[in-house]
């Protein structure tokens, strides 16, 4: 029976990222199967302490985050929770030995979001860590099934590949990060001068973390390639409407990429896949 409890708690992992990605969803189902209730154990956890802090405006944030925090470390130890989002993560953490600096950084990057910080250079490149670039981090741990020398080999590109996403989100939600939770990631700007000169110089730097993941992407084992690639394609995608948009409207509107886009893109990465040329 305790088999049927586990079942359930990676099915609520798995609901939990079907019903807030889309494309992370879809890039899963193309993982192959051994990696894909583990890749849901983590997106469940993430997306939780994320939402703590973005949406639960009515509540206690803190105290809930905290609970949270003290939650996750409980059900590491005891390995066991009846948290079904926590259960299955404490399992991956196990499993897959995932570091506890990279659970201490995530949760610190998140208490970081309940009060409105101005990011300087040092603060923006440890926010991006902390909630992007350590996630990377930890898949990357599932992915190489215990191989640390892979790990070590890909970790900088897995870094890149968080980073990319995360930034990316920053322009896409730079009108209700501002406009409703006081928030500016991106270092020295001025959101009442925020210009096509500043947004220029935010995708050069975007722009090469896209570059350096690719490379990590296409050396990743076959099983894992093509759920991350299509991930990466996606974002790619997202990406460019963004830099085809002016400064002035990214801050009118959140731009994003049509279901049938998304459809269409996972079809061509399916189709490569099958032919071996990622």
Do not use: W
Request: aromatic content about 14%; glycine content about 6%; overall charge positive.
């Amino acid at each position: 029976m305790f088999e049927l409890f586990e079942k359930s708690t990676f099915g609520c992992s798995k609901l939990v990222t079907e019903l807030y990605s889309t494309s992370f969803s879809m890039g899963i189902k193309t993982l192959a199967k051994r990696f894909r209730e583990p890749i849901y154990g983590i997106y469940g956890f993430v997306r939780f302490a994320d939402e703590i802090v973005d949406t639960f405006h009515e509540f206690d944030k803190k105290y809930l985050l905290d609970k949270f925090k003290a939650d996750t470390y409980e059900a590491i130890k005891m390995g066991i929770s009846l948290n079904p989002i926590l259960h299955s993560f404490q399992k991956i953490v196990h499993e897959y030995k995932i570091e506890h600096e990279l659970i201490d950084a995530f949760l610190y990057s998140m208490e970081m979001d309940l009060g409105k910080v101005i990011y300087d250079d040092s603060k923006y490149k440890e926010y991006i860590y902390g909630s992007a670039e350590v996630v990377g981090l930890m898949c990357l741990k599932v992915f190489v099934e215990g191989n640390q020398e892979e790990y070590e080999k890909l970790k900088g590109d897995a870094r890149s590949l968080g980073a990319a996403f995360q930034k990316v989100n920053f322009l896409r939600d730079i009108k209700s990060d501002f406009q409703e939770r006081g928030r500016v990631y991106f270092p020295q700007i001025d959101m009442s001068r925020f210009s096509a000169v500043s947004k220029k110089e935010i995708e050069k730097d975007i722009q090469k973390d896209f570059d350096d993941a690719l490379r990590g992407i296409l050396n990743l084992p076959v099983g894992a390639r093509s759920g991350v690639y299509l991930a990466y394609v996606y974002y790619l995608k997202l990406f460019k409407r963004i830099k085809n948009t002016s400064a002035e409207k990214i801050q009118e509107q959140r731009i994003r990429v049509p279901d049938f886009v998304k459809f269409t893109l996972l079809a061509k990465t399916l189709v490569k896949g099958s032919l071996g040329v990622l």
